[in-house]
């Protein structure tokens, strides 16, 4: 079974500033796949990116990119030139061998102008 | 390309009675999966369907259950409703090729049992 930690519950950054989201996580799976979702108070959960544990870069996806070290299994989220709407809950999740989809607990950010 | 829909999207029950949640998957994906979002427990994941079979499940009573019909749409059912069932239930699909594919979310149902 994995496991994922986001040690964070909440944090605040000023606009246009960058923002780094700590997750660890825990698997004796030699591959899997690492995802962050966002989710407004709206509650729909949004894709942001994707980090495969072979890959040798790490992803990037627009203001997104995340810091992948697979030695200390950790997976840290940077959001980058941070916007109003980018106040939300951010959630680390991983899929291993058994193919489900496994969250942390996530992080609140609330950005502010 | 349309997202996943879910319907209804807010839904108030009493204890005992059951419901019925669902999920319209992106069009051309054939796996759909469920998950219960609390504030006590988190996300968790209920079971995932696949061309009409449950191919993954998690750790939930059997009040919970679910289908998939021929053009990949979802059902989830919740038997015998409990005060602890309160909970946002999302709905993600994927293509269902294997291997670590993004699951896209629906907005979810927001399921009160009073």
């Known amino acids: 079974a994995q496991k994922i930690t986001q040690t964070q519950p909440g944090m605040f950054v000023q606009e246009k500033e960058a923002v780094t989201l700590d997750c660890t996580y825990d698997?004796?799976?030699?591959?899997?796949?690492l995802f962050w979702y966002k989710q407004p108070s709206s509650g729909e959960m949004i894709f942001l990116i994707y980090q495969g544990s072979y890959d040798q870069q790490n992803a990037t996806e627009g203001r997104y990119s995340l810091n992948f070290q697979k030695a200390r299994k950790s997976a840290n989220l940077v959001i980058s030139a941070s916007q109003l709407g980018d106040s939300a809950m951010y959630f680390c999740?991983?899929?291993?061998?058994?193919?489900?989809?496994?969250f942390g607990a996530g992080t609140t950010v609330t950005v502010r102008a | 390309k349309a997202g996943v829909t879910q319907t209804p999207r807010y839904l108030i029950k009493t204890r005992g009675q059951q419901v019925t949640l669902s999920c319209s998957p992106i069009s051309g994906h054939r796996s759909v999966s469920w998950y219960q979002q609390t504030p006590g427990q988190g996300l968790q994941f209920l079971f995932e369907?696949?061309?009409?079979?449950?191919?993954n499940k998690g750790n939930f009573p059997g009040r919970f259950s679910g289908r998939q019909f021929s053009n990949s749409r979802s059902e989830m059912n919740v038997s015998t409703l409990e005060l602890g069932d309160s909970a946002l239930y999302l709905c993600?699909?994927?293509?269902?090729?294997?291997?670590?594919?993004?699951?896209?979310f629906g907005p979810g149902t927001r399921l009160l049992v009073l």
């Open positions: 999740a991983m899929r291993g061998a058994d193919y489900k989809l496994s």
């Open positions: 993600a699909s994927s293509t269902g090729t294997g291997g670590w594919e993004t699951q896209y």
């Open positions: 369907y696949f061309s009409e079979t449950q191919r």
């Open positions: 698997t004796s799976d030699p591959s899997y796949g």
